[in-house]
T-cell receptor
Framework: EAQVTQNPRYLITVTGKKLTVTCSQNMNHEYMSWYRQDPGLGLRQIYYSMNVEVTDKGDVPEGYKVSRKEKRNFPLILESPSPNQTSLYFC?????????????FGQGTRLTVV | QKEVEQNSGPLSVPEGAIASLNCTYSDRGSQSFFWYRQYSGKSPELIMSIYSNGDKEDGRFTAQLNKASQYVSLLIRDSQPSDSATYLCAPGGGATNKLIFGTGTLLAVQP
């Protein structure tokens, strides 16, 4: 089954404790991206990747890091989480054409930073 | 001016009516346009894509695109309570490689 898998689904952590949210897709997609979703602000793109070893900032990259060492994986790293990073996070991937084609989303990760 | 603008709603329509959702975008280079549906707490899922000016119909859904006016809309005919969700507009690509979404319109279909 074609899918995008995020882990964990729910995470509560403390300020400053480094964490990683994993994202994996099995569709051989080149384009992958991370979003955060907050009430009233919609989906905002954090980072995106056009292919292996090619990443670029989205609209809200501050406080986040990503890496793309393999085509299927695109982890999101919070080196020193802060309460303002409490949000619902989505990973997405798209096939040839990248942002001009359908995006497939993971199930979401609800992160709470206390 | 926001890159993608949608009325946040809620848009309330009675069951069986036509729901009309609108979206304007600022990037004239956008060539592809998508409508996603998102139920509360769930992931967005694609319901319509449109690439050319005019109308595109798929079942109860019709997408309309006017590139000159930088306007895209979604019509839902015979609205059902199960259509109650947030609808996200996403103009693809354009001048950047970002996939940007509007803030979404909350649709409530009243039985």
């Amino acid at each position: 089954e074609a899918q995008v898998t995020q882990n964990p689904r729910y995470l509560i952590t403390v300020t400053g404790k480094k964490l990683t949210v994993t994202c994996s897709q099995n569709m051989n997609h080149e384009y992958m991206s991370w979003y955060r979703q907050d009430p009233g602000l919609g989906l905002r793109q954090i980072y995106y990747s056009m292919n292996v070893e090619v990443t670029d900032k989205g609209d809200v990259p501050e406080g986040y890091k990503v890496s793309r060492k393999e085509k299927r994986n695109f982890p999101l790293i919070l080196e020193s989480p802060s309460p303002n990073q409490t949000s619902l996070y989505f990973c997405a991937s798209s096939g040839p054409g990248g942002p001009n084609t359908e995006a497939f989303f993971g199930q979401g990760t609800r992160l709470t930073v206390v | 001016q926001k890159e993608v603008e949608q009325n946040s709603g809620p848009l309330s329509v009675p069951e069986g009516a036509i729901a009309s959702l609108n979206c304007t975008y600022s990037d004239r280079g956008s060539q592809s346009f998508f409508w996603y549906r998102q139920y509360s707490g769930k992931s967005p899922e694609l319901i319509m894509s449109i690439y050319s000016n005019g109308d595109k119909e798929d079942g109860r859904f019709t997408a309309q695109l006017n590139k000159a006016s930088q306007y895209v809309s979604l019509l839902i005919r015979d609205s059902q309570p199960s259509d109650s969700a947030t609808y996200l507009c996403a103009p693809g690509g354009g001048a950047t490689n970002k996939l940007i979404f509007g803030t979404g319109t909350l649709l409530a279909v009243q039985p």
